[in-house]
């Protein structure tokens, strides 16, 4: 009997010296995990004061065309980007926005941008499908396998109001035009990222005198549907104006997803033609 009651005291002693072990370790993993939160939260508050030094505040001003454009932070995800710049041919502007899955792949996205800027704003620059496809191939050996950026990079030429552009992953953009149905200009492909293989596809659409170009980034597209957004714009028209476009989607949004702050990054991007437009002959 002595036996049995030293046996089990043996293995209680050892219990709780396992269980002295646990604790500790926990504690000390808390300590690690504290620390790794710390320095996630500070991270992600520089990566946000860099992405809104980058983030112009100003556009151009282009004749012929108006631009409203907004940019909502996301309270929990966020990497969108915009741009409207123009070419050293002052006949041509571009139109870039992009929507990445977090800010460090933004930022790494940004620095391939800023390193083919000069062939994208040069008199003869590259067309959007060979810029985002150098870009492409530079993000495959240098992103990290989850991180994902979805972009739409277009050239706009006033000479005869054409519109090139190339597209890849989930960002829309839908072309309105007085009289013709609404078309949705976009693309299937995969995004840009170590593990996808986009298809650097470029098409081409016709503008014309008060016609719009409504580009939305991911933000938006995973709250309103298709549908929701074309009600929206052919209910507002092409009468209203461009900054109704804008505020009366991000209004829609807050009324589906019921929350004033978004959970992801929210751009979008209204681009009119104004009325008095002539295209000019090459």
């Known amino acids: 009997m002595s036996d049995e009651i030293a046996r089990l005291k043996g293995i209680i002693q050892m219990k709780d010296q396992e269980l002295l072990l646990y604790k500790q370790e926990l504690l000390k993993f808390s300590h690690q995990l504290d620390n790794v939160?710390?320095?996630?939260?500070?991270?992600?508050?520089?990566?946000?004061?860099?992405?809104?030094v980058?983030?112009?505040?100003?556009?151009?001003?282009?004749?012929?065309f108006e631009f409203s454009r907004k940019f909502v932070y996301g309270s929990r995800y966020g990497g969108d980007y915009f741009d409207i710049f123009e070419h050293e041919d002052k006949l041509k502007f571009g139109v870039l926005l992009?929507?990445?899955?977090?800010y460090a792949m933004s930022a790494l996205f940004l620095s391939?941008?800023?390193?083919?800027?000069?062939l994208m704003e040069a008199k003869r620059g590259l067309a959007p499908e060979k810029v985002l496809e150098q870009i492409g191939t530079e993000l495959k050996s240098t992103a990290t396998t989850a991180d994902e950026t979805h972009c739409f990079y277009g050239v706009i030429d006033r000479r005869d109001l054409t519109l090139n552009f190339c597209a890849v992953g989930r960002i829309k953009g839908f072309l309105q035009i007085p009289g013709r149905p609404l078309q949705m200009i976009s693309s299937d492909?995969?995004?840009l990222g170590s593990m996808t293989s986009p298809d650097f596809t470029s098409a081409r659409v016709e503008l014309e005198p008060k016609s719009?170009?409504?580009?939305?980034?991911?933000?938006?597209?995973?709250?309103l549907s298709t549908d929701q957004i074309s009600q929206c714009l052919l209910t507002l028209g092409n009468s209203s104006?461009?900054?109704?476009?804008?505020?009366e989607i991000l209004l829609k949004c807050q009324l589906?997803?019921?929350?004033?702050?978004?959970?992801?990054?929210?751009?979008?991007?209204?681009?009119?033609?104004?009325?008095?437009?002539?295209?000019?002959?090459?």
Do not use: F, W, Y
């Open 112 to 118: 391939l941008v800023l390193k083919v800027s000069h």
């Open 189 to 191: 492909s995969e995004a």
């Open 98 to 102: 992009s929507t990445s899955s977090g």
């Open 212 to 223: 719009r170009v409504v580009l939305l980034s991911n933000g938006i597209l995973e709250v």
């Open 241 to 247: 104006e461009v900054h109704d476009v804008r505020n």
């Open 256 to 282: 589906v997803s019921g929350a004033d702050i978004p959970l992801r990054d929210q751009t979008v991007v209204v681009i009119e033609v104004k009325d008095r437009v002539i295209k000019l002959a090459k």
């Open 37 to 52: 939160m710390i320095q996630i939260s500070g991270d992600v508050e520089l990566l946000k004061k860099v992405q809104k």
């Open 54 to 64: 980058l983030t112009p505040t100003e556009i151009p001003n282009i004749p012929g």
